[in-house]
């Protein structure tokens, strides 16, 4: 039997329900939050996005925070994909932790940008604030806004990867790789 053959007829088994939704509810912001920094690195005045591209990075981090523990305590739905090359597997690996440590920096550096541009109370959801975490210093808010940018396209390079992998998976190779986000 071929490679190929043996990653199709591995059986799928979808992720569970909160994993599933909090990955789109993941990918819905991510998309959100990249849309509007693009703007926002352009120059685009986009009024009150600045205060929801911000509540939607926090938002973001705890869902990252939170998807990573549900995952340590759950099994994964489906075993390694058999035929699937080593390098392929450890390419996935690295995409995945450096996506998730992208969403856990990026937030942050954010925040700690945001106080010392000089924005004091960041806005979040049901008129709740974040604290401030740094005093004013203009000259250094916008160097880590800089950083801030950075890694934001690199964040954003990280995701065109894993979709262009789920894509390759399901068109591809088809191994049904997208049903495990789509059913239980």
Not at 140 to 168: D, K, R, S
């Amino acid at each position: 039997m071929s490679n190929h053959e043996n990653i199709t007829s591995v059986e799928t088994r979808g992720y569970s329900f909160p994993m599933r939704a909090i990955h789109w509810l993941m990918a819905a912001m991510i998309f959100y939050v990249i849309f509007v920094g693009i703007l926002m690195g352009n120059d685009v005045k986009v009024g009150k996005h600045y205060d929801y591209h911000r509540a939607a990075g926090f938002l973001l981090l705890l869902l990252v925070l939170l998807r990573i523990v549900i995952s340590k305590l759950s099994k994964p739905p489906l075993p390694k994909h058999v035929g699937e090359a080593g390098l392929q597997q450890l390419a996935a690996r690295i995409v995945h932790s450096l996506l998730y440590i992208g969403l856990i920096i990026q937030p942050l550096l954010g925040w700690y940008a945001t106080n010392t541009w000089g924005v004091a109370k960041i806005p979040f959801f049901f008129g709740m604030t974040l604290p401030r975490i740094a005093e004013k210093n203009r000259e250094l808010g916008n160097q880590l806004l800089e950083y801030h940018g950075w890694l934001g396209i690199f964040i954003t390079v990280l995701v065109v990867m894993h979709i262009g992998a789920a894509l390759m998976h399901q068109f591809v190779i088809k191994d049904n790789l997208i049903k495990r986000m789509i059913k239980t």
